[in-house]
């Protein structure tokens, strides 16, 4: 967990609603470097009390955004 990315999230990102709720539950899973976040599909949903399928929609909207990339 890293509660440096989950603060700069909070302070800095454009994101409202559920696409910030799953920036912040992503946050959660990475290193200080805002890296190596691998959670699955049913973990964010789990977390962020969404469906999967708008957990996918919502991954690809902000890497349209930019504010994730994925590998």
């Given at each position: 967990?890293?509660?440096?990315?989950?603060n700069?999230v909070?302070?800095?990102?454009?994101?409202?609603?559920s696409a910030?709720?799953?920036?912040?539950?992503?946050?959660?899973?990475?290193d200080?470097?805002?890296?190596?976040?691998?959670?699955?599909?049913?973990?964010l949903a789990?977390?962020t009390?969404?469906?999967?399928?708008?957990?996918?929609?919502?991954?690809?909207?902000?890497?349209?955004?930019?504010a994730?990339?994925?590998?």
């Open positions: 967990m890293s509660i440096k990315v989950m700069w909070w302070q800095s990102s454009p994101e409202k609603g910030l709720l799953l920036l912040l539950a992503i946050a959660d899973a990475c200080d470097f805002g890296e190596n976040a691998w959670p699955s599909i049913k973990t789990a977390k009390r969404l469906t999967e399928r708008a957990i996918q929609y919502l991954i690809r909207e902000l890497a349209e955004r930019y994730v990339t994925i590998d």
